[in-house]
């Protein structure tokens, strides 16, 4: 696995993602749900709002690093802030 | 009465599952711990933090190839889309010149990238090639490797011949699909054939050509070997597409990190993109069309 260069928060990073794959796939199977219609106009399921809220969060953390700098703590609250607002609304 | 419930179904997707674990996600997550990293060979890696991406997020030379890529992508589209639909519409719907037509229209589709690149590079020199010597003889200035304007063309134009039979190709297939009715009724209102186009053939082919759009779109915006052969990215950095510069830092330069730093944000632009894409492609299957 050297060649892969792995660092303990890229590790924590993907740990982190598998687990909320895990997580909502067991809620999936769990209790399923049927999809809704949010804010976007579009039929959402919770896999769905999850995929919206990693990938905005992803972008909400770049624009984070271009805007204001280094501070990433602070970009998180707004992700967190963000996916209370996808799961919620979208 | 109760469904046999099977989980066995899954062992059919684990090949998959395997191969796309190999083919992506492993590649994917070393990106990702390469772009937290400086290296200088010799698998020696020391931690850089977020430095790449911020150094890349304020970098001219990232914006420009990003520019300069979306430009390509929003030109090829503006031209392959029309011109595929206008051949669809113009491609007999049966007989022999049918499938004449359509062994025509797929034999760009056959030819590899880097031939096509070396097709269009011979035949745009002015020295040698069919089309560059001619426009000299015309009086035209036009020179790919030391003109931008030319260079452009050429992988514009390029790229139209190559890839515009497979819009052709996906219209005609839904253009086929319209059954006879739709034109009787048409015809019956006295509709003209504009308002056939509009009303008719164009919601009846929405389906594939956001699929056509979709293809198009995230090929040309992974471009590199068409370009590459023909232009080298040049005149200066004039046509230095994203992959191709993505290449030139990572393999040119051996930058791992600010190249891995790039291709992240390189990669979440095309996830973000084709979900747009599959979003609107469920959307209008979800509406029948």
């Given at each position: 696995m050297d060649w892969m260069a792995w660092t303990w928060p890229t590790a924590a990073f993907f740990a982190t993602i598998a687990a909320l794959l895990v997580v909502f796939t067991v809620l999936a199977i769990r209790f399923p749900e049927t999809p809704r219609m949010g804010v976007l106009r579009i039929e959402t399921t919770r896999g769905d709002r999850l995929f919206i809220t990693l990938l905005g969060s992803a972008f909400i953390n770049l624009a984070w690093l271009g805007?204001?700098?280094?501070?990433q703590p602070a970009a998180l609250i707004v992700c967190l802030i963000y996916a209370g607002a996808v799961f919620r609304w979208v | 009465m109760n469904k046999t419930v099977n989980h066995k179904a899954w062992f059919l997707v684990l090949p998959v599952l395997v191969l796309v674990a190999f083919s992506a996600v492993i590649p994917l997550m070393t990106v990702v711990n390469y772009s937290v990293q400086d290296t200088f060979g010799n698998n020696q890696f020391f931690w850089a933090g977020l430095e790449w991406f911020e150094e890349m997020l304020h970098d001219d030379r990232m914006w420009n190839a990003l520019q300069r890529q979306l430009m390509f992508s929003g030109i090829i589209l503006a031209i392959e889309v029309p011109l595929g639909i206008f051949v669809a519409l113009n491609?007999?719907?049966?007989g022999l010149w049918a499938s004449f037509c359509l062994v025509l229209m797929s034999l760009p589709l056959l030819i590899p990238w880097n031939v096509v690149g070396t097709i269009w590079q011979v035949f745009g020199r002015?020295?040698?090639?069919l089309l560059g010597h001619t426009l000299e003889a015309l009086g035209i200035d036009y020179n790919y490797t030391q003109n931008t304007v030319a260079a452009w063309i050429t992988i514009v134009v390029m790229d139209v011949w190559h890839w515009t039979s497979l819009v052709a190709l996906l219209a005609y297939a839904g253009l086929k699909s319209i059954p006879d009715a739709y034109y009787q009724a048409a015809k019956i209102d006295q509709a003209s054939r504009w308002k056939v186009f509009r009303y008719i053939e164009l919601p009846k082919m929405a389906g594939v050509l956001m699929i056509a759009i979709l293809l198009r779109f995230m090929d040309s915006f992974m471009i590199y070997t068409e370009p590459f052969v023909v232009?080298?990215?040049?005149?200066?950095?004039?046509?230095?597409?994203l992959s191709i510069d993505l290449v030139k830092m990572a393999?040119?330069?051996?930058d791992l990190g600010p190249a891995a730093a790039f291709s992240i944000m390189y990669f979440l632009v095309i996830l973000l993109i084709s979900w747009v894409f599959y979003t609107i492609m469920t959307n209008l299957d979800k509406k029948g069309m």
């Amino acid at each position: 696995m050297d060649w892969m260069a792995w660092t303990w928060p890229t590790a924590a990073f993907f740990a982190t993602i598998a687990a909320l794959l895990v997580v909502f796939t067991v809620l999936a199977i769990r209790f399923p749900e049927t999809p809704r219609m949010g804010v976007l106009r579009i039929e959402t399921t919770r896999g769905d709002r999850l995929f919206i809220t990693l990938l905005g969060s992803a972008f909400i953390n770049l624009a984070w690093l271009g805007l204001v700098g280094q501070a990433q703590p602070a970009a998180l609250i707004v992700c967190l802030i963000y996916a209370g607002a996808v799961f919620r609304w979208v | 009465m109760n469904k046999t419930v099977n989980h066995k179904a899954w062992f059919l997707v684990l090949p998959v599952l395997v191969l796309v674990a190999f083919s992506a996600v492993i590649p994917l997550m070393t990106v990702v711990n390469y772009s937290v990293q400086d290296t200088f060979g010799n698998n020696q890696f020391f931690w850089a933090g977020l430095e790449w991406f911020e150094e890349m997020l304020h970098d001219d030379r990232m914006w420009n190839a990003l520019q300069r890529q979306l430009m390509f992508s929003g030109i090829i589209l503006a031209i392959e889309v029309p011109l595929g639909i206008f051949v669809a519409l113009n491609m007999p719907k049966s007989g022999l010149w049918a499938s004449f037509c359509l062994v025509l229209m797929s034999l760009p589709l056959l030819i590899p990238w880097n031939v096509v690149g070396t097709i269009w590079q011979v035949f745009g020199r002015v020295d040698i090639g069919l089309l560059g010597h001619t426009l000299e003889a015309l009086g035209i200035d036009y020179n790919y490797t030391q003109n931008t304007v030319a260079a452009w063309i050429t992988i514009v134009v390029m790229d139209v011949w190559h890839w515009t039979s497979l819009v052709a190709l996906l219209a005609y297939a839904g253009l086929k699909s319209i059954p006879d009715a739709y034109y009787q009724a048409a015809k019956i209102d006295q509709a003209s054939r504009w308002k056939v186009f509009r009303y008719i053939e164009l919601p009846k082919m929405a389906g594939v050509l956001m699929i056509a759009i979709l293809l198009r779109f995230m090929d040309s915006f992974m471009i590199y070997t068409e370009p590459f052969v023909v232009t080298g990215g040049g005149p200066g950095n004039a046509t230095t597409l994203l992959s191709i510069d993505l290449v030139k830092m990572a393999l040119g330069q051996f930058d791992l990190g600010p190249a891995a730093a790039f291709s992240i944000m390189y990669f979440l632009v095309i996830l973000l993109i084709s979900w747009v894409f599959y979003t609107i492609m469920t959307n209008l299957d979800k509406k029948g069309m």
